[in-house]
């Protein structure tokens, strides 16, 4: 049974990249009403940046925030220079689904003559195995998971008690009638931008970083384990897909363990599936994928 | 420009052409966004190559592993795609098509895209992993000589031919009460449903008529390439059969046509000349294309979203829905 509680071990290492991951996509979707299908690609110029960065001598942990900056100011850029303009063209939700998937093909291949087609892995020491039983995880994996709730804990705390979360909330439920109550719906969102774009960076390093390599290509999966865990949850809700992460995080390592890890994709893909077929809205939310768009 | 130059560009033309005719169907008329139409086009390849192919056991083929091999004569293979396409699109748009949202629906077609490649990709016994499907036969090639101009004139013909037929079927579609009825789901299912069509019904037919026209186009290409692998089919491609319909015109089978040679011909073309030409370095170009190709579309749908050729609007003076029309036609 060893196997199965290393498996565990790094399905904790899993879940913990995902959720970052997928509460960033869904607190997009869910709040700006925007399927950005190019945030994976996010995700990797990201990972690029802090490769960048530690590929100059400093340590990962500063590229980890480099990364995350250029997440946030990139993500808030392509809202305001590129979906905004669309959207309020009047451009319908699959319009909007198509320009983000070109947004998406673009970025991928403007970065390609500069980063390279070979794969690349940061600079840095694993650290050293922490044994807790059969689970072995190395230091940087426990940071990364500790990292992950923290950040969990501070998403909740910000939509929970804060002003600006409360203000996003009901952006998220009506931003006609929170624009009458008078939330200037319009900074909210440039603040949601800045900070799923920033979760969207983290993500991205820590992703890469819990990868022995990366290339391009690499955002394709990532998008897709994201994408799956914020519709298992429910897409639009970030503790839904803080569940779905979890989900998805241990079955992909288990299969992995059980199976093969080249499927971890097509099992994560699998769950996709059958969330479709039996509970389209997702465990958490009440309307979800079956209300109409718009 | 040689003979087989020029027959490889024409043939390609076909092949996007009846590719983009099809996507027309689905995304331009009816307003399913099928991300995952390349898909269907692999599985005509995959299904004709492995209908003409020898068992894999056969002296030449025994560096490739793959099912089936049934050696059957030309139209079976191209039949047999089709009808792959065709089938392969019942249990997607049963499990895509029925409940979801139709921006859920998007996602879903293109991460099954990527997943399909994933697992073509890395399941070798089935029909050969990454390396893919070589030394597939060609149309009549026991009966022709393959090697000479007149064969690639063959080709070009049997090819024109199809893009004659599913010219002639797509039309048929577009101007019949059928066609209406798409557009009307197109435009808004709700009222579509109030007045007794059945969305799912409607979609599950243009998903599976669109599945076999892309199923064709993929027998066809692979009959005149004689490779298939799974780097043919990324999900990419689909973006371009889309830009093409977006540039040349959403829901007009002429516009899907003027589309497939402006974009990928063209593009193929372009590419091929600025490499030849040596500028810049030759990894750089194809991607700047595919960078060409996004601010295509979004070029388009910012200013000119009905395209070249636009769909014509049957629309009466003064009705009530003109408005409504006009409303909702933006995508």
């Given at each position: 049974m060893s196997i199965f509680a290393a498996a565990f071990g790094f399905g904790l290492v899993s879940m913990s990249v995902i959720a970052v991951a997928a509460v960033g996509f869904t607190m997009q979707f869910g709040i700006t009403?925007?399927?950005?299908?190019?945030y994976g690609q996010v995700m990797i110029s990201s990972a690029y940046v802090a490769y960048y960065i530690n590929r100059a001598g400093v340590t990962i942990w500063v590229g980890m925030i480099a990364g995350a900056v250029f997440g946030a100011v990139f993500s808030f850029l392509l809202n305001r220079l590129v979906y905004a303009p669309f959207q309020r063209k009047g451009t319908s939700h699959i319009g909007m689904v198509i320009v983000s998937l070109a947004v998406s093909l673009m970025l991928a291949n403007l970065l390609l003559p500069i980063v390279g087609y070979f794969s690349v892995s940061y600079q840095?020491?694993?650290g050293n195995l922490v044994r807790l039983g059969d689970i072995v995880v190395t230091n940087n994996q426990i940071a990364i998971i500790l990292l992950s709730v923290a950040l969990m804990l501070g998403i909740h705390a910000l939509l929970r008690y804060t002003r600006l979360g409360k203000a996003m909330r009901a952006t998220a439920a009506n931003p006609t009638l929170a624009r009458n109550c008078g939330i200037p719906t319009q900074r909210v969102i440039d603040m949601v931008w800045l900070i799923t774009g920033a979760l969207c960076g983290l993500a991205g390093v820590i992703a890469a970083l819990n990868s022995d390599s990366f290339v391009i290509a690499s955002g394709a999966g990532f998008l897709i384990t994201a994408l799956a865990a914020a519709v298992l949850g429910g897409a639009g809700q970030p503790y839904g897909a803080m569940i779905g992460a979890v989900i998805i995080g241990l079955i992909t390592e288990l299969s992995a363990a059980a199976?093969?890890?080249?499927?971890k994709e097509v099992v994560a893909f699998g769950v996709l599936v059958l969330v479709m077929v039996l509970?389209?809205?997702?465990?958490?939310?009440?309307?979800g994928a079956l209300a109409a768009a718009g | 420009m040689n003979t087989y130059y020029a027959a490889n560009l024409l043939i390609y033309a076909g092949v996007d052409i009846i590719a983009v005719l099809a996507l027309n169907l689905q995304?331009?008329?009816?307003?399913?966004?099928?991300?995952?139409?390349i898909v269907f086009q692999a599985a005509g390849a995959y299904a004709a190559a492995v209908l003409s192919?020898?068992?894999?056991?056969?002296a030449d083929y025994s560096f490739q592993v793959y099912f089936g091999g049934y050696q059957l004569p030309f139209p079976i293979p191209w039949i047999g795609g089709a009808l792959a396409g065709g089938v392969l699109a019942i249990p997607v748009g049963l499990v895509v098509?029925?409940?979801?949202?139709s921006d859920y629906q998007a996602i879903a077609l293109l991460v099954t895209s990527i997943i399909a490649n994933t697992v073509i990709n890395n399941?070798?016994?089935?029909?050969?992993?990454?390396a893919g499907l070589a030394l597939v036969p060609q149309p009549l090639q026991d009966q022709v000589d393959t090697n000479t101009d007149s064969y690639l004139y063959l080709y070009i013909a049997l090819t024109a031919v199809c893009v004659g037929l599913v010219w002639f079927l797509a039309a048929r579609i577009v101007n019949s009460p059928y066609g209406r009825t798409l557009r009307a789901m197109r435009e808004h299912e709700l009222a579509a449903t109030a007045l007794g069509k059945n969305p799912v019904a409607l979609k599950m037919t243009m998903f599976m008529v669109g599945g076999a026209i892309a199923g064709l186009s993929g027998a066809i290409l692979v009959g005149f390439l004689t490779v298939w692998a799974p780097s043919t089919w990324l999900y990419p491609e689909t973006i371009i059969l889309f830009a093409a319909l977006i540039v040349g015109g959403r829901g007009n089978n002429l516009g899907a046509i003027l589309g497939a040679l402006l974009v990928p011909v063209g593009f193929e073309e372009v590419t091929r000349q600025l490499i030849r030409m040596n500028?810049?370095?030759?990894?750089?170009i194809p991607a700047l294309e595919w960078v060409a190709i996004g601010l295509f579309i979004l070029g388009f749908l910012w200013?000119?979203?009905?395209?070249?050729r636009p769909e014509p609007r049957h629309v009466f003076e003064g009705s009530p829905e003109t408005e409504l029309v006009e409303n909702v036609g933006t995508a």
């Open positions: 009403n925007m399927i950005n299908l190019a840095e020491h694993a199976w093969s890890p080249e499927y509970r389209p809205q997702g465990l958490l939310a009440k309307r | 995304f331009g008329v009816s307003g399913i966004v099928n991300f995952s139409f192919m020898p068992p894999h056991t056969a098509l029925r409940k979801l949202r399941a070798r016994p089935f029909l050969n992993g990454a500028v810049g370095p030759p990894n750089v200013f000119r979203p009905e395209g070249v």
